[in-house]
């Protein structure tokens, strides 16, 4: 008894995958401004800005053109520096009340 193959598929050619687009300008921003405004941050800070940096760069992973996630990051990270300078200026005010 022979056996013969299982039919095959016609194959077809793959699908070219779509260019990978990143302003160079605004990532050279992005990490003078990580850079330059986290150097006093303590360890705790880091990692929450890290975790929220994430979340947006998952959000965007299916993404080809990541200038969107660029600008993105740009806000959380002014969003971030906002809150947390928020905060030193709540803690001042506390501490000035309970001189």
């Not at 299982?6 to 699908?15: I, K, V």
């Not at 260019?19 to 990490?31: K, R």
Request: one cysteine or more; aromatic letters at 8%; glycine letters at 4%.
């Amino acid at each position: 008894m022979v056996v013969s193959p299982p039919p095959r598929e016609p194959s077809r050619p793959p699908m070219p995958l779509p260019d990978f687009h990143v302003d160079e300008a605004l990532v050279s921003t992005l990490q003078y401004q990580l850079t330059s405004k986290t150097d006093q941050f303590s360890v705790e800070m880091l990692e929450q800005l890290r975790a929220i940096c994430l979340g947006c760069v998952w959000r965007h992973r299916k993404e080809w053109n990541r200038d969107a996630l660029v600008r993105e990051l740009l806000g959380v990270l002014d969003e971030y520096l906002d809150d947390a300078a928020a905060d030193v200026g709540d803690a001042l005010s506390a501490a000035d009340a309970s001189f």
